[in-house]
């Protein structure tokens, strides 16, 4: 039995509690576990960081422990500041932890690019030599290593952006580019990484393939139920949809990113193109209907809608229309 003293004694002590019961509940969630073990996995028992370093005979992370400080992190975040001023910013700072998953892998992610690159020269200038063959060992070595050290980075971040979603009741989004995902999450995949791959042909991470459905409304919008009902319709009818929504971090576009973020239905987030000026909406509109939707679900918002509304319907996209007036009552003033 653990003798307390103080406060500080109180405070070890229920930190090492709740500790040991987030690593008991992950241990005990098997899908979460069988996620983890499959992304903390060792091609080989050495290890490569970078092209100067020697290659070293070093371990990956144990999985558990590496889900457990990943479950503590974010929502003792969320504790601590639960029901006082700062309760606010928690999602904020949240975001932050979930952001720095994902960029520290979008960095690992091209230094990965890079080794594969070179692998692919040395590949196509075969030399018999033993430099030649030292040479492309540690270079398969190296991108080895780092597919490995991206592939938990990316596992660690999405299950952190599960608990920012279940606590803020909103997907993680980057500030730029996509998020494909692992099996916690559904991928996030930008708009022009989408296009992009389409025209190039690129992995299928960066093109989903699977009938479009469009989604588009304003930023005012509080009634995420009767949204929900709509694309949970829509899904039953087309299981494999690919949500393409016009990018809004508010509003309508927001609750259909939640909604998707819910379902694992992957979703691609059309930006605008400022560039474009007063034309980027209407282009944007554009690109989306040129996707060919089966379907499209339209909110009552600004002239864009409206515009991307003609456009779906000359296109002869079948088309749900809603209607700003038509709205179930907030609750409590809740909006989305």
Not at 204 to 224: I, K, L, Q, Y
């Amino acid at each position: 039995m653990t003798k307390i003293t103080n406060f500080s004694d109180l405070a070890t002590t229920m930190a090492d509690l709740r500790a040991t019961q987030i690593a008991s509940d992950v241990r005990q969630d098997d899908g979460l576990v069988q996620t983890y073990d499959g992304a903390f996995v060792e091609a080989s028992e050495m290890a490569k960081l970078s092209i100067v370093d020697p290659a070293e005979k070093l371990e990956m992370p144990d999985a558990e422990e590496a889900a457990a400080a990943v479950e503590l992190m974010m929502r003792t975040m969320f504790d601590v500041l639960k029901d006082t001023r700062m309760e606010s910013i928690a999602a904020d700072l949240a975001w932050g932890f979930v952001n720095s998953f994902h960029m520290v892998a979008k960095r690992i992610e091209g230094r990965e690019d890079d080794a594969a690159r070179k692998l692919l020269e040395l590949t196509r200038a075969f030399d018999p030599s033993e430099i030649y063959a030292v040479e492309l060992e540690e270079t398969q070595l190296l991108c080895q290593t780092l597919q490995g050290n991206r592939e938990a980075l990316e596992c660690m971040r999405d299950h952190a952006g599960e608990v920012y979603r279940v606590e803020t009741g909103r997907p993680f989004s980057a500030t730029r580019g996509s998020r494909v995902s692992s099996k916690l999450t559904a991928s996030m995949i930008d708009g022009r990484d989408y296009l992009a791959a389409r025209a190039a042909k690129r992995r299928e991470e960066h093109n989903p393939t699977g009938p479009v459905v469009a989604f588009s409304g304003g930023a005012v919008w509080h009634d995420h139920e009767t949204l929900y009902d709509r694309l949970d319709q829509i899904q039953r009818r087309i299981p494999n949809m690919v949500l393409v929504t016009t990018a809004q971090n508010k509003g309508c576009d927001a609750i259909a990113g939640a909604w998707a973020a819910s379902r694992g239905v992957k979703l691609v987030t059309m930006m605008l193109n400022r560039n474009l000026g007063n034309r980027a909406g209407f282009v944007r509109n554009e690109q989306i209907v040129k996707l060919r939707p089966v379907e499209a679900i339209v909110c009552e918002g600004s002239g864009v809608q409206l515009d991307f509304a003609r456009k779906l319907r000359a296109a002869g996209v079948p088309m749900h229309v809603f209607r700003a007036a038509e709205q179930r009552p907030a609750i409590n003033g809740r909006r989305a």
